[in-house]
Each structure stands twice: as structure tokens, then as C-alpha cells.
């Protein structure tokens, strides 16, 4: 007892141990977070139904169905999309991250990309589908 009773004295002479001990409890947690923290796939609706995928495939997959729908769009023929993300993440207070990057401009090259008619329809189907203001969206025809 004569080491445990030496122990407990000189811990209480440390100045501010309840904040090292917050401290220390702090980490454990965090650190216990973190290792449990699931980083799974989610499901994500697709136009045609849904499927899994993971919050790192995200990009690839709006960017896929985007094109695949600029392209269904009367007079568009085929498109290629070029979406460019906003990576940065947010935390909330809750330690949890924003769902999936914002997307702050979109490049569309597609056959019909001359016509004047058909570029309005997909800045406005992309501005809609991206919640994205029609400024940021640019659309040009494909060189032949």
C-alpha cells in the first residue's frame, strides 16, 4: 500500500489533472471511434432502380449517369461528361461528414452540341440533375 498511497500523492500534486485526465479520456474515444466507424458502401437510387456502391465511386457514378442521360435527350447523339467536385468535406458536430462531394462546374461535349436548342436543353437537364447554376455548365459540339 506504502507505493499506491506515494502514487495517489503525487498525482495529486499534479496541477490540473482533471484536464489531463479529460484529455486522456478524449483520445480513448476518439481513438475507439474511429477503429468502429463504419466506411461501407451505400445505396444510391439510380434512374433505373438501385444498387450498391461506395461514397469513393460516387463521382464516377453521377458522372456515368449524367452522361448516360445528357445523351438520351433529343438531339444530343452521343456525350461525353466531365464533372469537376468540390472535395473539400465538412464535419458536423456529431463527427459525421457531409454525404457526398458538391459539384461546381460540368463540361459536356456532344454531337449536337451546335445547336442552340439542344445545348439549352442539356444545361438545363445537367443544372437540374446537379443542382448546379446554368453558368457553371458548358456545352460544345464533338470535332468531327
Not at 36 to 50: I, L, M, P, Q, Y
Not at 65 to 85: D, H, L, P, R
Not at 107 to 129: E, F, M, P, Q
Amino acid at each position: 500500500m506504502g507505493k499506491l498511497s506515494g502514487f495517489l500523492a503525487k498525482l495529486k500534486a499534479i496541477k490540473h489533472i482533471e484536464i489531463i485526465a479529460c484529455c486522456a479520456v478524449l483520445a480513448a474515444v476518439l481513438v475507439a471511434y474511429f477503429s468502429f466507424a463504419s466506411c461501407g458502401g451505400e445505396t444510391v437510387d439510380d434512374v433505373n432502380g438501385k444498387f450498391d456502391i461506395d461514397k469513393s465511386d460516387y463521382c464516377a457514378s453521377m458522372q456515368a449517369q449524367v452522361e448516360n442521360i445528357v445523351s438520351q435527350i433529343s438531339g444530343v447523339g452521343s456525350a461525353s461528361v466531365v464533372i469537376n467536385w468540390d472535395r473539400s468535406v465538412s464535419a458536423s458536430f456529431s463527427g459525421s461528414q457531409s454525404e457526398n462531394p458538391k459539384a461546381v462546374g460540368v463540361l459536356v461535349v456532344c454531337d449536337g452540341g451546335g445547336n442552340t436548342k439542344v445545348k439549352l436543353d442539356v444545361i438545363y437537364a445537367v443544372s437540374t440533375l446537379l443542382d448546379l447554376s446554368i453558368e457553371k455548365i458548358m456545352v460544345y459540339p464533338k470535332s468531327k
